[in-house]
């Protein structure tokens, strides 16, 4: 484990851009890369973030139309791929702040998202189970959260005691009930009357989130919203 002096230089010192391998510094990729590989005009559905067809109007797609969620809207940065996918798992498997800082930076200046942060009342990450937290040490959403705005980071308000038992063979009913008795929220004064936003690095079913905001709600938040740095591609 490097010390926080050497992190600190680390983060400081410049790097390879992970996509075209110029030297940058203060993040893992170039403004160029950064500019292909998270385009701003994107326009993605507020209920599930996928990405939205070219001249589709309204604001959700048919799936959630059809089936809203339980959050008020959903705030997605990029498409989970290249080279996205390479940069969160490096995250997730070491605390980098030479990563985590240039993403919440990154997200902080797209307004969409700045202003998601802005209209909650407090951010709330994830939670890993208590186990997976022991084995590896950090929470990246949690980490992202408190550098998105410190003030408003709420890291302990939801808890998920233990690992969720295998889904698999579940019906959507009963996955649904699991994940929503995963999490618990052990002081509901820190949410309740509150806009909640959640925040997670990867949204891939949704399942997760769909759980800890049922968790959130029924232990009094005025209303949840999300927010995740990637989401995977319609499946
Ligand atoms: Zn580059
Ligand atoms: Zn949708």
């Keep these: 484990m490097l010390s926080n002096a050497a992190l600190w230089l680390s983060s400081r010192l410049p790097q390879q851009c992970l996509a075209c391998h110029a030297w940058v510094r203060g993040g893992p990729l170039c403004a160029a890369c950064l500019a292909c ?28 139309l059809r089936q809203p969620p339980p959050w008020q809207a ?100 009963a996955r649904l009930r699991n994940l929503r008795r995963a999490f618990t929220v052990p002081v509901p004064a820190l949410v309740q009357g509150l806009h909640v936003l959640l925040v997670d690095d990867v949204l891939t079913t949704g399942a997760t989130l769909r759980g800890a905001s049922r968790a959130l709600l029924d232990a009094g938040a005025a209303a949840v919203s999300v927010l995740a740095v990637a989401r995977t591609p319609q499946q």
């Design 74 to 173: 959903c705030h997605v940065w990029v498409d989970y791929g290249y080279p996205w996918a390479d940069i969160l798992t490096r995250w997730k498997l070491h605390p980098q702040p030479a990563l985590a800082r240039p993403i919440a930076r990154w997200l902080r200046a797209s307004p969409a998202l700045a202003r998601a942060v802005a209209q909650a009342d407090v951010l709330v990450p994830i939670p890993l189970s208590a186990p997976r937290l022991r084995e590896r040490g950090f929470n990246q959403a949690a980490q992202l959260a408190r550098l998105l705005a410190p003030q408003k980071c709420q890291a302990t308000a939801l808890q998920r005691p233990r690992e969720t038992a295998s889904q698999r063979g579940l019906t959507r009913a």
């Design 37 to 64: 590989f998270a385009p701003t005009a994107q326009r993605r559905c507020t209920g599930c973030g996928l990405p939205l067809p070219d001249g589709y109007a309204g604001p959700h797609c048919g799936q959630c």
